[in-house]
């Protein structure tokens, strides 16, 4: 004798009630086709023709489920009955209940309904994962560069100098400030701020170090680390007039260099360097945050 | 078989709303009844003219309960098997005195268009 239990259970959709209720639903229908299934047998049909008989009660398992669905919630349906009528005023009184049991219940359905489709529920996750992990590089990229604080003292007053000339701004919008202009602002800006420093980004070649090496650094004037509250781990910052004409070239190089090419050697200021084909003495060392390589040429004007 | 299928293509879906009906008329004539013995016994007063499912009838017994017009209890079928049997309740009773009414006045609408816009 077939298990006809099993049978409904297998091909029932889920319907959200009770576990205790659908248990008692795919009971009774089976026993109903089990009804259906002896009956076959005494007149006389096979085994075969009466478990076709059987199936055949039920020839659209989905359209079942949705129709006890709809039979199982009375209180949604609109009412038709005196005894719905009747049931209304309870029915209002626990409609909140009701509510929570209904998202309970749509929640175990959806979860169910995902275990029965894996590809589906993987592409489902799959696509919040992209979605959360997009999410999270725009926002990191937004706060790292637009909302954080710079690494420096006070950044709240630090201020980026640009110059622009209304005359040419329509074919160069931005104009790098000339080292001129710099030494006047520098000397006439005390009303203003505090302290001025100006920084060129350079590139330079390393050699006479194992490999030659491209390097990013900057040329700067020696206040630029009194602007931005920088001291170094060794050694000493620029001195005032070491950005006058002639002095020897000194460089700062940051820690990460200082590790990397000369192996966190103490004993590293002194030490010369050739950059573009000029030595360049390390004076300082090892910047405590890790901005930028930074070297300094001696002619800066 | 070829017979089943001839008699099969003439039988009738049944009608949106009529099978809550026939069940409790079912169940307010013949007493308790398990849902294989409703759905056969509508079939036979039809001259099996209707064609009911299991599926069907039993949705509509579901419905019928929880609009509390049937109770149902286990027991005992005829061939000696536990079966859920259900009987019509006096809310039950009023319920289909209301349709049956409405039906029967339906009924005579459409049988009195039929007689007089007959062509």
Not at chain 1, 189 to 213: K, Y
Request: proline residues 6%; neutral net charge.
């Amino acid at each position: 004798m077939p298990d006809w239990r099993g049978y409904v259970r297998e091909r029932l959709p889920a319907i959200s009630c009770p576990p205790e209720r659908e248990a008692e639903i795919i009971e009774e229908v089976a026993q109903q086709l089990q009804d259906v299934y002896a009956s076959a047998l005494r007149t006389g049909a096979s085994r075969e023709e009466a478990e076709l008989r059987a199936a055949a009660e039920v020839p659209d398992w989905r359209a079942l489920a949705r129709d006890l669905q709809i039979a199982e919630q009375p209180m949604l349906a609109a009412p038709r009955s005196v005894a719905v009528h009747r049931l209304e005023p309870a029915m209002h009184r626990f409609r909140a209940d009701l509510r929570l049991l209904e998202l309970l219940r749509d929640a175990r359905l959806s979860v169910r309904g995902l275990m029965a489709s894996p590809l589906f529920a993987l592409t489902a996750v799959m696509t919040f994962a992209l979605g959360i992990g997009a999410t999270t590089v725009v926002f990191s990229l937004v706060h790292s560069v637009l909302l954080s604080p710079l690494p420096y003292r006070e950044p709240d007053r630090l201020t980026f100098v640009q110059q622009v000339i209304p005359e040419i701004a329509d074919r160069v919008p931005i104009l790098g400030v000339n080292p001129r202009s710099f030494t006047s602002w520098e000397r006439g800006c005390r009303a203003t701020c505090e302290q001025m420093a100006a920084l060129v980004t350079s590139r330079s070649t390393l050699t006479g170090l194992g490999e030659p090496e491209g390097l990013i650094g900057a040329k700067i004037s020696p206040g630029l680390f009194d602007v931005l509250g920088i001291t170094p781990m060794l050694g000493r910052s620029f001195g005032q007039d070491e950005d006058a004409p002639g002095r020897n070239g000194v460089a700062i190089i940051d820690h990460g260099f200082w590790q990397r090419r000369l192996g966190g050697d103490p004993g590293v200021i002194g030490r010369v360097l050739m950059l573009d084909g000029v030595q360049v003495e390390i004076d300082h060392d090892a910047l405590p945050v890790d901005i930028a390589y930074v070297t300094r040429y001696p002619h800066m004007q | 078989m070829t017979k089943r299928q001839a008699r099969g293509a003439r039988r009738l879906e049944v009608l949106q709303g009529t099978l809550d009906l026939m069940v409790l008329q079912v169940l307010d004539t013949i007493g308790p009844q398990h849902g294989y013995g409703i759905a056969r016994r509508i079939e036979q007063v039809s001259g099996d003219i209707l064609k009911l499912n299991e599926g069907t009838v039993y949705t509509a017994l579901v419905r019928l309960q929880h609009a509390l017009w049937i109770s149902t209890s286990w027991g005992v079928s005829e061939n000696n098997r536990k079966a859920k049997f259900y009987t019509i309740t006096a809310a039950g009773r009023r319920q289909l005195a209301r349709e049956v009414d409405s039906w029967d006045r339906l009924a005579g609408v459409i049988a009195r268009l039929r007689t007089l816009e007959q062509p």
